[in-house]
């Protein structure tokens, strides 16, 4: 397993930007397929972006295609996910998670590590 620590959280307004960041501790991160999830008050946690080991294959929800992009940097161990036209709906806590996996998983039990989580805040 790899330990993993969000930042980047934070208030914006709608319409704004962030960029998350995920690092991770080990050095196997290449091995893993790296995911960013969310979890809004009251609400069961979704997926949002994954990017394969390599960084080739990346896949979105449809919620956040278009507007979000995730990228890695191995060489950092770490793990990005920019932001972009932020909407209301986005407001959340964002996780980071790793998957010992040469796929691209979208499903949170294919993940065996998890960040504490980042909170994220879109005003209207």
């Known amino acids: 397993q790899v330990q993993l620590v969000e930042s980047g959280g934070g208030l914006v307004q709608d319409g704004g930007s962030l960029r998350l960041s995920c690092a991770a501790s080990?050095?196997?991160?290449?091995?893993?397929?790296m995911g960013w999830f969310r979890q809004a008050p009251g609400k069961e946690r979704k997926f949002v972006a994954t990017?394969?080991?390599?960084?080739?294959?990346?896949h979105y929800a449809e919620s956040v295609k278009g507007r979000f992009a995730i990228s890695r940097d191995n060489a950092k161990n770490t793990v990005y996910l920019q932001m972009n036209s932020l909407k209301p709906e986005d407001t959340a806590v964002y996780y980071c998670?790793?998957?010992?996996?040469?796929?691209?998983?979208?499903?949170?039990?294919?993940?065996?590590?998890w960040g504490q989580g980042t909170q994220v805040t879109v005003s209207s």
């Open positions: 998670a790793a998957a010992n996996s040469y796929y691209v998983p979208t499903t949170s039990s294919d993940f065996g590590s």
């Open positions: 080990g050095r196997t991160f290449n091995k893993y397929a």
């Open positions: 990017i394969s080991w390599s960084g080739i294959s990346t």
